[in-house]
């Protein structure tokens, strides 16, 4: 990446920032027609040698402030807070779909934060010990009415539906206080983890009380992991069950939790997680936080309704979500430890994707996703070739480190 930065005796909302994206190798473009031009243009621009994308410091601005005012007073916009946004993944990684997208769904599309309370789930720092498995609680005979089921991490399930019975964690939940607990084999667990260092842990403030899980049972809602890697898979709960470290969507109008988690596991949300995501985790990871979801893009309530109507949701709720290569046609490597240096991730060619390979209750999925933004079946494929992309350079551009 190469910033240029011109010193300038005044700074205005409306100075130009350019994010510049080269397709041919430096040496060619270092040419000064190409570079005067460049300089000059103030219009978006596309073509074989570079895309680039202008945007005024005001915009930048109110895409990254974060208020709750329904109206921003643009003659205090330096007073709202500014917690950032995406530039590299939406300016610089982004590939011309997005920006389609963004014109065709610019009355189709809302940021999550507007329709839905956007939380993250427990952080307890205290796992090792408030986390059992049924085998731990049959052990310490821990009575059944202190603890409560958990969604630990995506390794839990690979189904989108959550249900009870598929999970095998359990975390300690009660609120009674230690001092009323003696009589129970709960207490003996806890002295016993105490003896063990329990109490050292910074987050185990309260002696007394350092075990109780605070969490309020939000359900129905859907569940987003923090940590994606190839499979691109969000919960949706309405079982009492509680969430680990994940990021928590509730929307306001319950009825349209469904078709919210849906669209949330469609490709188009898919590419969405891999521009809008931070990248910088070992071995390819993504990163999503909260601050992400609420700036999240999704079809509007009107037009989440539509997905309501898809035949196949119970069929794609309860089947399991492989990763995004094997959910788009593309057969992973099932050799046991294969040391193939093309596995899994080279062999991919995105522009060799099609319809008729994509899984058929996901392409179905798809289809009303993007025809609710107008998408023709060319863009669609783009969409396609994108995420394909976006993964395949993500997980090789890890390995490579």
Not at 339 to 348: L, R
Request: proline share 4%.
């Amino acid at each position: 990446m190469i910033v240029f930065i011109e010193k300038s005796k005044t700074i205005s909302l409306n100075d130009v920032l350019k994010f510049i994206v080269f397709k041919k190798p430096f040496g060619e473009i270092i040419k000064p027609e190409i570079l005067n031009w460049i300089h000059q243009t103030k219009e978006k621009t596309i073509n074989d040698t570079f895309h680039l994308i202008p945007k005024t410091r005001k915009e930048l601005w109110l895409e990254g402030i974060e208020t709750e005012e329904n109206q921003i007073n643009e003659n205090r916009l330096w007073n709202y807070p500014y917690i950032g946004n995406k530039w590299g993944g939406k300016y610089l990684r982004a590939p011309e779909i997005f920006f389609t997208i963004l014109e065709k769904g610019k009355d189709k599309l809302v940021k999550l934060g507007d329709i839905a309370k956007v939380k993250r789930g427990l952080v307890t720092g205290l796992d090792t010990y408030l986390f059992l498995s049924e085998d731990e609680i049959i052990q310490y005979k821990i009575e059944k009415k202190f603890v409560k089921k958990i969604l630990r991490s995506p390794r839990d399930t690979n189904k989108i539906l959550v249900k009870d019975a598929d999970l095998n964690t359990f975390s300690i939940y009660t609120d009674i206080s230690k001092s009323n607990l003696e009589n129970t084999y709960l207490y003996k667990y806890l002295i016993e983890c105490e003896n063990q260092g329990a109490l050292n842990r910074a987050t185990a403030k309260q002696k007394e009380k350092w075990y109780i899980v605070d969490q309020e049972i939000n359900i129905p809602c859907v569940s987003i992991p923090r940590a994606p890697y190839e499979r691109h898979i969000i919960y949706i709960i309405e079982e009492d069950i509680l969430i680990n470290d994940m990021v928590i969507i509730i929307p306001y109008d319950s009825k349209i939790i469904i078709p919210t988690g849906l669209y949330l596991n469609s490709t188009l949300s898919s590419m969405f997680l891999e521009l809008l995501s931070r990248s910088n985790l070992g071995l390819g990871t993504l990163k999503f936080e909260k601050v992400d979801a609420l700036r999240f893009l999704l079809l509007t309530p009107e037009n989440l309704s539509l997905i309501s109507k898809v035949n196949i949701i119970e069929q794609f709720l309860s089947r399991p979500i492989k990763s995004i290569f094997e959910e788009l046609g593309f057969q992973k490597c099932n050799q046991k430890n294969c040391k193939h240096p093309e596995h899994p991730y080279e062999y991919v060619k995105p522009e060799e994707v099609s319809f008729d390979k994509i899984m058929p209750d996901r392409r179905e999925l798809d289809k009303i996703v993007f025809e609710a933004l107008g998408l023709t079946e060319d863009e669609q494929l783009e969409v396609y070739r994108a995420v394909l992309e976006l993964a395949k350079n993500r997980l090789l551009k890890a390995r490579s480190r």
